[in-house]
């Protein structure tokens, strides 16, 4: 039995508190909004995310944080990528040699365009950075609750990774392990940003066809991406490439397909935003993307339409005409 402490008590934070606790461990599951923390403590329920599951009693709620990683053998975050930054340097004077972090967020931060584990080791000034496991896979919350058979991959030290592993595999949730914590990190980021892409197919009434073609043009993109930052070719082609993007570009769950969908039927990207209590990762990703591809000229036209689409206020239609009406070229370049 390990001490694992959850920072982030939204949905995918809940949903692994309870999969670690159903595992045999004692979890404190830290929630950002105080208010929300109490609400937590006295139903015992996280009504406001996943409604109608009983926390355990090996599951403590809190929303303080002195002596928080006080015997923890691994600290998680389940923290929207943008305020990652922030839940870290509430805790970073605690952490000590011994324990493991474990980043299940997926996104690039904007205002530094690093990959997540980047913020954390930068937030540690580099201590410990070994022992950051990227966690990522093609899982919603809603299904992980009803214990649906899930897959899903450790990524950092080839040591740690399997630790990883280990804590958290059971009968329905299927861990493996990689050291390409940098291929299975831009997986985990960038399918967010496709899965808008394939939510406007929906939205627009489009067909399977055009869907297949976002989904596939899309993975290419995220590998040329990658390919720049050295992350193994095979990742794509696994549960943080391949595995992710189908499963954020066809669920009923996903809250990035969604954006992309109401965009499709037409409205406007703010009054999506301010209707959703979750967080759409894709939104802020496409900026970063966008930044680096131009920075690195790096060909991505995808990304390119999102980025004219919600940061320019582009009309859709004719960003898929000029999508479709590029120059012809070969699949593999
Ligand atoms: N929901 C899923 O099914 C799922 C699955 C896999 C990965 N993820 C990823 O996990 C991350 C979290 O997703 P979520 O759906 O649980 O998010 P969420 O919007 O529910 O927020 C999670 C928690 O982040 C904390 N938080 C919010 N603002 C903060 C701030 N300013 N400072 C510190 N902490 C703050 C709060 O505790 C909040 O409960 C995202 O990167 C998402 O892409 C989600
Ligand atoms: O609901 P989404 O689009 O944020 O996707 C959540 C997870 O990343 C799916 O693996």
């Not at 039927?265 to 979750?278: E, Q, S, V």
């Not at 930044?291 to 004219?308: A, C, F, H, Q, V």
Request: net charge negative; charged share 25%; glycine share 8%.
């Amino acid at each position: 039995m390990s001490k694992i402490v959850v920072m982030g008590a939204g949905s995918w934070g809940t949903a692994l508190a309870l999969l670690l606790a159903e595992n045999g461990n004692e979890v404190v599951l830290w929630e950002f909004f105080e208010e929300r923390a109490k609400e937590m403590q006295k139903t015992r329920r996280n009504n406001y995310y996943l409604g109608g599951i009983d926390l355990p009693d090996n599951i403590t709620i809190t929303n303080k944080i002195e002596n928080i990683l006080d015997g923890a053998e691994y600290l998680l975050f389940s923290i929207p990528s943008q305020n990652l930054r922030n839940a870290i340097q509430l805790v970073s004077s605690q952490l000590t040699e011994d324990i493991i972090i474990i980043n299940t967020g997926k996104g690039i931060e904007v205002s530094t365009k690093l990959r997540l584990s980047e913020v954390i080791k930068e937030e540690i000034l580099g201590k410990y950075h070994k022992n950051i496991v990227a966690l990522s896979g093609p899982t919603h919350a809603e299904e992980v609750v009803k214990k649906l058979p899930t897959t899903i991959v450790a990524a950092g030290e080839e040591e740690k990774a399997q630790k990883v592993q280990e804590l958290f595999s059971n009968n329905y949730f299927r861990v493996y392990y990689s050291t390409d914590i940098t291929g299975v990190e831009l997986g985990g980021a960038l399918k967010n940003c496709i899965a808008i892409a394939a939510g406007i197919v929906d939205g627009l009434g489009y067909g399977d066809n055009t869907k297949a073609a976002v989904i596939t043009r899309g993975l290419a993109e995220i590998s040329r991406f990658s390919k720049n930052f050295n992350a193994f070719e095979k990742t794509f082609s696994g549960l943080a490439g391949m595995g992710d993007l189908i499963v954020t570009c066809t669920s009923q769950h996903s809250r990035n397909r969604y954006v992309g969908e109401e965009l499709g039927k037409g409205k406007k990207i703010d009054d999506i935003l301010n209707g959703m209590n979750m967080v759409a990762e894709g939104v802020p990703t496409i900026k970063a993307v966008h930044e680096i591809s131009k920075d690195k000229n790096i060909d991505m036209p995808i990304i390119e339409s999102l980025y004219r689409i919600i940061y320019e206020n582009e009309n859709i239609l004719k960003i898929a005409k000029v999508l479709m009406e590029r120059d012809l070229k070969e699949e593999f370049y």
